[in-house]
């Protein structure tokens, strides 16, 4: 299906408007700035607002509803929508659709911090569990059946699980039987599936949508070719309230939606329809080529999946063998010009493009140049800290509805041991808390954020003086 009806919409109107009197104020760039206009001039007449002919987001009938039932066909699911706040968005709102005050969720511990937002908003109460970890990459995973198992022999009466599938790192473990246990139950399976857009293309892996999922959320500009916050939702069942749904929506997106974002969504889902059999496999082949040139360096290697997951070939990970961190790592590619994705402290990620790349010559010698540099470093014996471990099944010391009416102070972070966290402390990316709001602190957890500031992390949550907010009591 070669059409793009938001796009052709708004294409149509650029045709028939003389004259912008509404908004945006750039009045479709006839007034800007000078010295950016030229960067800017042929997507200014795109960015206008719900102008008859352009329908609307929150009440689509026309070229939006048209366009997002192209991409409900493409992913063959019952409903789908775009998204203009990215996953972020998605999660707020599948969450606030299907979890109301005091209901209990079974939630994967290493996910994104919008989860935990959602959850505070809808007042539910969580119960977190612990995923599995890659011992190589140092990261964790996806959450195993027994810790399902075992959470659900203390909290009988759950309302759904949410999980986050596939990991940042692009490892993704097959989630039917946790679906069928947590429908088993009367619960929804909400998945976060941000960094698997693509999922379900003809070499990708799967997506959640067709492992058991009620309702899955995608970033599509994290892996399609679609402007930053462009997202997708998917609505696979009967167990989500579409009016709880879209009421959710639009409580937490923008009135005035950003066509040009709207539109990358309905071009990315375009260009998904127009990718042939002979070109996916190409982006298969080229990723695992790129794979084997770096893994056949003296000093870097791939990380390798883990048993019982599979790896979306857009992700690759790489770590070295010599005495440097990921941070240290990523700041070399940088200085090449090459700027990765994330690093944490012993990996650094790559996410490739869901194209063709044209010539790799040039990225290999990169990659062999770095190798050279790397070898004049020396080998590392083993990595200095072990993995941070949480309680396989935990739960918040305090409920969010309680966590309303007490006071808060900052404290330095040093200090904050058995302190409960008032905010999340969250090396940003990959956005995984690790310490969520409502949590009690532990040594372990200030250890490790000291360990991961060591090697060069990025915080949100701790200020440049090193302190925190906590609730003030103990
Ligand atoms: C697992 C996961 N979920 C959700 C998000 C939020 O996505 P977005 O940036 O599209 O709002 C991210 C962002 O990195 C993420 O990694």
Redesign the pocket.
């Known amino acids: 299906m070669n059409r793009a009806p938001l796009f052709e919409a708004l294409i149509q109107h650029t045709k028939k408007s003389k004259w912008s009197f509404h908004v945006p104020g750039h009045k479709s760039g006839q007034i800007f700035e000078k010295n950016a206009f030229s960067f800017f001039q042929s997507v200014l007449p795109l960015d206008v607002t719900e102008l008859t002919g352009l329908d609307d987001l929150h009440h689509p009938e026309g070229a939006i509803q048209e366009a997002q039932e192209l991409l409900g066909s493409l992913y063959k699911v019952k409903n789908s929508y775009f998204?203009v706040?990215?996953?972020?968005?998605?999660?707020l709102a599948m969450i606030l659709a299907s979890f109301g005050h005091g209901d209990v969720v079974l939630v994967q511990r290493n996910?994104?911090?919008?989860?935990l937002n959602g959850l505070e908003l809808s007042g539910a109460y969580p119960v977190f569990l612990s995923p599995e970890m890659d011992v190589e990459g140092g990261f964790p995973l996806g959450v195993n059946v027994d810790t399902v198992e075992k959470a659900l022999e203390v909290h009988l009466d759950i309302k759904g699980i949410i999980l986050?599938n596939p990991?940042?790192y692009g490892m993704q473990q097959d989630i039917q039987e946790i679906s069928d246990i947590v429908h088993r139950k009367g619960g929804v399976v909400l998945v976060?599936e941000?960094?698997g857009a693509h999922f379900g293309l003809k070499e990708m892996p799967k997506s959640a949508i067709h492992k058991g999922a009620d309702i899955v959320?995608q970033?599509a500009?994290?892996t399609l070719p679609a402007l930053?916050?462009?997202?997708f939702l998917h609505v696979n069942s009967d167990r989500i309230d579409k009016y709880r749904l879209s009421h959710a929506l639009q409580m937490i997106q923008s009135s005035s939606p950003s066509y040009l974002i709207m539109a990358s969504l309905d071009l990315s889902r375009m260009y998904m329809e127009k990718l042939t059999a002979h070109e996916l496999g190409t982006i298969a082949h080229q990723s695992e080529r790129f794979r084997m040139d770096i893994d056949n360096l003296e000093c870097l290697q791939t990380v390798k999946t883990p048993k019982g997951y599979v790896l979306d070939p857009l992700k690759v990970t790489v770590q070295t063998d010599r005495d440097i961190s990921g941070y240290e790592l990523q700041h070399m590619f940088e200085e090449e010009g090459l700027f990765s994705e994330l690093a944490d402290e012993r990996n650094v990620l790559f996410i490739l493009p869901l194209g063709m790349m044209d010539d790799l010559t040039q990225l290999k010698e990169v990659f062999s140049k770095i190798s050279y540099k790397l070898s004049l470093y020396k080998i590392r014996k083993t990595y200095s800290k072990p993995l941070l471990l949480f309680p396989s099944v935990s739960t918040l010391s305090v409920s969010y509805n309680d966590m309303k009416k007490m006071s808060v102070k900052e404290l330095s972070i040093q200090k904050a041991d058995g302190f409960i966290a008032a905010e999340a402390i969250i090396p940003y990316?990959?956005?995984?808390p690790l310490i969520a709001k409502g949590e009690k602190i532990t040594s372990a957890c200030i250890c490790h954020y000291f360990f991961l500031k060591e090697k060069g992390a990025r915080f949100q949550g701790v200020n440049e003086l090193e302190e925190m907010y906590v609730f003030d009591i103990r």
């Not at 996910?111 to 989860?115: D, E, L, P, Y």
């Not at 930053?228 to 997202?231: E, R």
């Open positions: 998204l706040g990215g996953s972020t968005s998605g999660n996910c994104h911090k919008s989860v986050t990991t940042y976060d941000a960094h959320v970033s500009h994290k930053t916050m462009g997202a990316p990959p956005g995984i």
